[in-house]
């Protein structure tokens, strides 16, 4: 069983802990805040199995990451909108940024913010997102809601990965491990999907 963590399952303190990893890790992308969202899903399932006292709700946990996911992107997204010039320099500077901003306009102004959800699993796929939308004055409507379904879908990802690798292998160390490579693998895709060039449409054929 998890004992040394088993206090995560017991304290209001886990929400706040969980708040300030996602909304941070936009800044600072090397936060393990997947890692700490499973291993407390974890132990509150472990919890929930023996009917411990108090104990953290898996639902609440959930939203606690997801609000915590879209607040730190809008703030990475005003903080690039604000940037000005130096901002604009350093993006230009970065071919992974200079990208990703790219591709990021062409599936927005298409209507399409799928790359927004994908790269919230990629490692900094998410900072790279929300940077680059903000530096290109993307308006909000077109960059908010696919924040917001990104980091539902993350949370709700990472909190499922806690719950039923605790189900399935039981609320030890080992389950809080598989849980964290099923993360990290969607990761990895995510992140060689980021990766593969846009299509470039053909054009039209002459009349």
């Not at 399935?168 to 990761?187: D, E, K, N, Q």
């Amino acid at each position: 069983m998890l004992e040394s963590v088993g206090w995560l399952a017991a304290s209001p303190w886990i929400y706040a802990a969980v708040a300030a990893s996602v909304l941070l890790d936009v800044f600072v992308p090397l936060l393990p805040s997947g890692v700490l969202v499973i291993t407390a899903a974890t132990a509150a399932t472990a919890a929930t199995a023996t009917a411990a006292p108090g104990g953290v709700s898996l639902v609440a946990l959930a939203l606690c990451a997801a609000t915590a996911s879209v607040l730190g992107d809008l703030a990475a997204y005003r903080l690039a909108w604000r940037g000005g010039p130096r901002l604009d320099r350093a993006i230009a500077r970065s071919r992974r940024l200079t990208t990703a901003q790219e591709r990021l306009g062409t599936a927005l102004g298409r209507g399409g913010g799928a790359l927004v959800v994908i790269a919230r699993f990629a490692p900094a796929g998410r900072s790279v997102v929300s940077l680059g939308a903000g530096a290109a004055r993307r308006r909000a409507r077109e960059f908010v809601p696919w924040s917001i379904l990104a980091g539902v879908a993350w949370a709700s990802y990472s909190v499922g990965l806690g719950y039923f690798g605790g189900q399935w292998l039981g609320a030890t160390w080992f389950s809080a491990a598989v849980s964290v490579v099923a993360l990290f693998l969607a990761g990895s895709l995510a992140a060689y999907v980021m990766r593969r060039p846009t299509p470039v449409p053909a054009p039209a054929p002459a009349s």
